[in-house]
């Protein structure tokens, strides 16, 4: 439940890190639906979710700062990213319109690629897997890599 720590492999670094992305995803869904605020739903994320066990699975744990990371950034920053996202979109298709774990996800792709030191291509990967997993038979996955394609490519030209 905590932040790596230094004697993590790098492979069980990645998968924590790709775990809060998720929680992540399902935190700002939460608060859109919920009306509850960034440090409630973030506390009830760590202190509930963050390697527990449901239904006799153990679920996986998560890096603590990257995921407050990502949710305060979506939220500090979540008029810009949804500009930028609506940029992205086709012109008859608002964020508004947008399914909302699509729109979750998006805000928290958003949040890494304003400033962060991950490249956006992994930035893009892991979050079309996310799309992957909530959507496993449908379209969303592309579109979620063509909108988060053109958002990387807006937000951080030079890694292109």
């Given amino acids: 439940m905590t932040t790596p720590a230094p004697g993590l492999s790098g492979n069980q670094k990645r998968k924590m890190k790709s775990a809060s992305r998720l929680y992540a995803v399902q935190a700002l869904f939460q608060m859109e639906h919920s009306s509850q605020t960034v440090e409630r739903v973030r506390n009830e994320f760590i202190e509930h ?3 527990a066990t449901l239904d006799g699975d153990e679920l996986q744990d998560g890096d603590i700062d990257h995921f407050a990371y990502v949710l305060e950034t979506a ?3 979540q008029a810009p990213i949804d500009q930028m996202t609506d940029r992205a979109l086709v012109a008859k298709w608002p964020i508004a319109r947008i399914d909302p774990t699509i729109r979750a996800l998006f805000r928290a792709a958003g949040a890494e690629l304003r400033d962060t030191g991950t490249p956006p291509k992994v930035v893009i990967s892991e979050y079309v897997d996310i799309a992957r997993a909530f959507f496993p038979d449908g379209k969303e996955p592309s ?7 053109h958002m990387a490519r807006e937000a951080r030209p030079e890694a292109f």
């Fill in 75 to 77: 939220v500090n920053y």
């Fill in 143 to 149: 579109f979620t890599n063509a909108v988060l394609d």
């Fill in 49 to 51: 979710r963050f390697g």
